[in-house]
Protein backbone atom coordinates (compact mmCIF):
# COMPACT_ATOMS: atom_id res chain seq x y z
CA UNK A 1 0.00 0.00 0.00
CA UNK A 2 1.33 3.45 -0.64
CA UNK A 3 1.76 5.51 1.83
CA UNK A 4 1.26 9.59 2.08
CA UNK A 5 3.29 11.51 -0.86
CA UNK A 6 3.52 15.46 -0.92
CA UNK A 7 4.62 17.28 -3.50
CA UNK A 8 6.77 19.41 -4.09
CA UNK A 9 9.64 17.80 -1.76
CA UNK A 10 11.56 20.99 -1.70
CA UNK A 11 10.63 24.71 -2.68
CA UNK A 12 12.39 28.05 -2.45
CA UNK A 13 10.78 31.62 -2.03
CA UNK A 14 10.82 34.83 -1.26
CA UNK A 15 9.60 36.96 1.20
CA UNK A 16 5.87 38.10 0.52
CA UNK A 17 5.23 35.25 -1.79
CA UNK A 18 2.62 32.54 -1.49
CA UNK A 19 3.19 28.62 -1.76
CA UNK A 20 0.61 25.90 -1.63
CA UNK A 21 1.34 22.56 -0.55
CA UNK A 22 -0.06 19.45 -1.69
CA UNK A 23 -0.45 16.35 0.54
CA UNK A 24 -2.14 12.52 -0.72
CA UNK A 25 -3.38 10.37 2.15
CA UNK A 26 -2.97 6.27 1.71
CA UNK A 27 -5.92 5.22 0.06
CA UNK A 28 -9.16 4.77 1.87
CA UNK A 29 -7.94 7.16 4.70
CA UNK A 30 -10.08 10.43 4.87
CA UNK A 31 -8.58 12.46 7.36
CA UNK A 32 -5.11 14.84 6.53
CA UNK A 33 -3.61 16.89 9.15
CA UNK A 34 -0.65 19.07 8.59
CA UNK A 35 2.26 20.02 10.68
CA UNK A 36 5.52 22.18 11.25
CA UNK A 37 8.55 21.35 12.16
CA UNK A 38 11.55 23.49 12.81
CA UNK A 39 14.46 23.38 14.63
CA UNK A 40 13.32 25.82 17.16
CA UNK A 41 9.51 25.26 17.94
CA UNK A 42 9.34 21.23 16.90
CA UNK A 43 6.25 19.84 15.92
CA UNK A 44 3.43 21.85 15.77
CA UNK A 45 0.16 21.09 14.78
CA UNK A 46 -1.60 23.55 12.07
CA UNK A 47 -4.58 21.90 10.94
CA UNK A 48 -7.17 18.80 10.40
CA UNK A 49 -9.54 18.26 7.68
CA UNK A 50 -12.26 15.90 7.36
CA UNK A 51 -14.81 14.96 5.01
CA UNK A 52 -13.48 18.38 3.27
CA UNK A 53 -13.94 20.48 6.64
CA UNK A 54 -11.57 21.74 8.66
CA UNK A 55 -12.29 19.79 11.99
CA UNK A 56 -9.40 21.35 14.44
CA UNK A 57 -6.86 24.21 14.44
CA UNK A 58 -3.41 24.88 15.74
CA UNK A 59 -2.31 27.90 16.85
CA UNK A 60 -1.01 29.35 13.82
CA UNK A 61 -1.68 33.11 12.01
CA UNK A 62 -4.47 33.19 9.31
CA UNK A 63 -2.10 33.06 6.69
CA UNK A 64 -1.83 29.44 6.82
CA UNK A 65 -5.29 27.75 5.40
CA UNK A 66 -6.20 24.79 3.61
CA UNK A 67 -8.59 22.39 2.07
CA UNK A 68 -9.15 19.08 1.82
CA UNK A 69 -11.07 17.70 -1.51
CA UNK A 70 -13.55 15.35 -1.95
CA UNK A 71 -10.89 12.34 -3.09
CA UNK A 72 -8.86 13.26 0.09
CA UNK A 73 -6.34 14.92 -1.26
CA UNK A 74 -5.29 18.38 0.98
CA UNK A 75 -3.41 21.72 0.20
CA UNK A 76 -2.19 24.02 2.69
CA UNK A 77 -1.47 27.66 1.67
CA UNK A 78 0.68 30.03 3.13
CA UNK A 79 0.73 33.70 1.92
CA UNK A 80 2.57 36.59 2.53
CA UNK A 81 5.45 34.86 2.88
CA UNK A 82 7.84 35.62 6.35
CA UNK A 83 11.64 34.40 6.91
CA UNK A 84 10.40 32.72 10.07
CA UNK A 85 7.91 29.95 7.78
CA UNK A 86 10.92 28.38 6.46
CA UNK A 87 10.21 24.82 7.82
CA UNK A 88 9.58 21.51 7.12
CA UNK A 89 5.81 21.02 6.78
CA UNK A 90 4.13 17.32 6.97
CA UNK A 91 1.35 15.30 6.41
CA UNK A 92 -0.19 12.81 8.14
CA UNK A 93 -2.97 10.83 7.34
CA UNK A 94 -5.56 8.73 9.95
CA UNK A 95 -8.49 6.40 9.03
CA UNK A 96 -10.84 8.25 10.45
CA UNK A 97 -13.85 7.48 9.82
CA UNK A 98 -16.90 9.81 11.55
CA UNK A 99 -17.61 8.71 15.14
CA UNK A 100 -15.12 5.38 14.85
CA UNK A 101 -12.20 6.44 16.91
CA UNK A 102 -8.98 5.64 15.15
CA UNK A 103 -6.03 6.81 16.42
CA UNK A 104 -2.90 6.25 14.20
CA UNK A 105 -1.52 8.98 11.93
CA UNK A 106 1.12 8.36 9.34
CA UNK A 107 3.24 11.15 8.12
CA UNK A 108 4.43 11.65 4.59
CA UNK A 109 8.43 12.66 4.06
CA UNK A 110 7.45 16.47 4.16
CA UNK A 111 7.77 19.64 1.93
CA UNK A 112 11.22 21.71 2.56
CA UNK A 113 10.02 25.50 2.24
CA UNK A 114 13.17 27.78 2.25
CA UNK A 115 11.87 31.27 2.83
CA UNK A 116 14.63 34.11 1.56
CA UNK B 1 -3.52 22.76 26.24
CA UNK B 2 -1.69 19.87 26.54
CA UNK B 3 2.51 20.29 27.15
CA UNK B 4 4.48 17.41 26.45
CA UNK B 5 7.84 17.42 28.14
CA UNK B 6 11.08 14.42 26.57
CA UNK B 7 14.03 13.58 27.99
CA UNK B 8 17.06 13.37 27.52
CA UNK B 9 17.31 15.82 24.53
CA UNK B 10 20.14 13.42 23.21
CA UNK B 11 21.37 9.81 24.52
CA UNK B 12 24.47 8.04 23.10
CA UNK B 13 24.21 4.20 24.10
CA UNK B 14 26.70 1.12 22.78
CA UNK B 15 25.68 -0.92 20.18
CA UNK B 16 23.38 -4.10 22.79
CA UNK B 17 22.93 -1.83 25.37
CA UNK B 18 19.33 -0.18 26.28
CA UNK B 19 17.74 2.89 25.67
CA UNK B 20 15.15 4.79 27.79
CA UNK B 21 13.40 7.99 26.77
CA UNK B 22 10.98 9.57 29.05
CA UNK B 23 7.91 12.10 28.65
CA UNK B 24 5.36 13.88 30.61
CA UNK B 25 1.84 15.19 29.90
CA UNK B 26 0.02 17.72 31.99
CA UNK B 27 -3.50 17.02 30.22
CA UNK B 28 -5.00 14.16 32.02
CA UNK B 29 -7.52 13.86 29.35
CA UNK B 30 -4.80 12.57 26.75
CA UNK B 31 -5.74 9.06 25.92
CA UNK B 32 -3.35 8.26 23.31
CA UNK B 33 0.58 8.37 23.08
CA UNK B 34 2.47 7.29 20.11
CA UNK B 35 6.49 6.99 19.95
CA UNK B 36 7.65 8.31 16.52
CA UNK B 37 11.15 7.97 14.54
CA UNK B 38 12.18 10.33 12.33
CA UNK B 39 15.51 9.79 10.17
CA UNK B 40 17.36 12.17 8.47
CA UNK B 41 15.37 13.55 5.41
CA UNK B 42 12.38 11.00 6.34
CA UNK B 43 8.77 12.08 7.91
CA UNK B 44 8.11 10.72 11.28
CA UNK B 45 7.20 6.85 11.49
CA UNK B 46 5.45 5.80 14.05
CA UNK B 47 6.71 2.34 15.60
CA UNK B 48 4.77 1.94 18.88
CA UNK B 49 1.91 3.74 20.62
CA UNK B 50 -0.27 3.08 23.95
CA UNK B 51 -3.54 3.93 24.90
CA UNK B 52 -4.87 5.10 28.32
CA UNK B 53 -6.35 1.80 29.45
CA UNK B 54 -2.78 -0.36 28.67
CA UNK B 55 0.30 0.12 30.96
CA UNK B 56 2.39 -1.61 28.78
CA UNK B 57 3.05 -2.52 25.44
CA UNK B 58 5.61 -4.49 23.42
CA UNK B 59 7.08 -5.11 19.86
CA UNK B 60 9.92 -6.91 19.41
CA UNK B 61 12.59 -4.77 21.01
CA UNK B 62 10.55 -2.40 21.57
CA UNK B 63 8.24 -1.45 24.48
CA UNK B 64 6.65 1.56 25.48
CA UNK B 65 5.31 1.85 29.54
CA UNK B 66 2.12 4.46 31.10
CA UNK B 67 1.82 5.41 34.47
CA UNK B 68 -1.67 7.81 34.37
CA UNK B 69 -1.40 8.84 37.79
CA UNK B 70 2.13 10.27 36.88
CA UNK B 71 1.16 11.52 33.73
CA UNK B 72 4.47 10.09 31.85
CA UNK B 73 5.27 7.14 29.60
CA UNK B 74 8.53 5.87 28.29
CA UNK B 75 10.00 3.63 25.12
CA UNK B 76 12.54 0.98 25.77
CA UNK B 77 14.31 -0.18 23.17
CA UNK B 78 16.73 -3.10 24.17
CA UNK B 79 19.51 -5.10 22.32
CA UNK B 80 19.91 -1.25 20.58
CA UNK B 81 21.32 -1.70 17.18
CA UNK B 82 23.58 1.40 14.82
CA UNK B 83 20.18 1.66 12.85
CA UNK B 84 18.31 2.74 15.54
CA UNK B 85 20.21 5.89 15.47
CA UNK B 86 17.72 8.61 14.97
CA UNK B 87 15.19 11.16 16.55
CA UNK B 88 12.77 9.73 18.59
CA UNK B 89 9.38 11.86 19.39
CA UNK B 90 6.34 10.92 22.17
CA UNK B 91 3.57 12.50 21.65
CA UNK B 92 -0.14 12.84 23.20
CA UNK B 93 -3.37 13.40 21.98
CA UNK B 94 -6.92 13.40 23.47
CA UNK B 95 -9.08 10.65 21.03
CA UNK B 96 -12.62 11.19 21.32
CA UNK B 97 -15.63 9.66 18.81
CA UNK B 98 -16.47 11.75 16.35
CA UNK B 99 -14.21 14.83 17.04
CA UNK B 100 -10.79 15.82 15.58
CA UNK B 101 -7.23 14.63 17.57
CA UNK B 102 -4.34 17.03 17.22
CA UNK B 103 -1.02 15.56 18.14
CA UNK B 104 1.26 17.70 21.30
CA UNK B 105 4.72 16.46 20.57
CA UNK B 106 7.74 16.33 22.63
CA UNK B 107 11.06 18.10 21.68
CA UNK B 108 12.43 15.09 20.64
CA UNK B 109 15.90 12.91 21.39
CA UNK B 110 18.68 12.31 19.54
CA UNK B 111 19.22 8.88 20.12
CA UNK B 112 23.36 6.98 18.70
CA UNK B 113 23.87 3.91 19.04
CA UNK B 114 27.63 3.50 18.98
CA UNK B 115 29.25 0.71 17.16
Known amino acids: KAGVTQTPRYLIKTRGQQVTLSCSPISGHRSVSWYQQTPGQGLQFLFEYFSETQRNKGNFPGRFSGRQFSNSRSEMNVSTLELGDSALYLC???????????????FGPGTRLTVL | GENVEQHPSTLSVQEGDSAVIKCTYS??????FPWYKQELGKGPQLIIDIRSNVGEKKDQRIAVTLNKTAKHFSLHITETQPEDSAVYFC??????????????FGSGTQLTVLP
Open chain 2, 91 to 104: AASIALPGSARQLT
Open chain 2, 27 to 32: DSASNY
Open chain 1, 92 to 106: ASSLRTGATIHYEQF
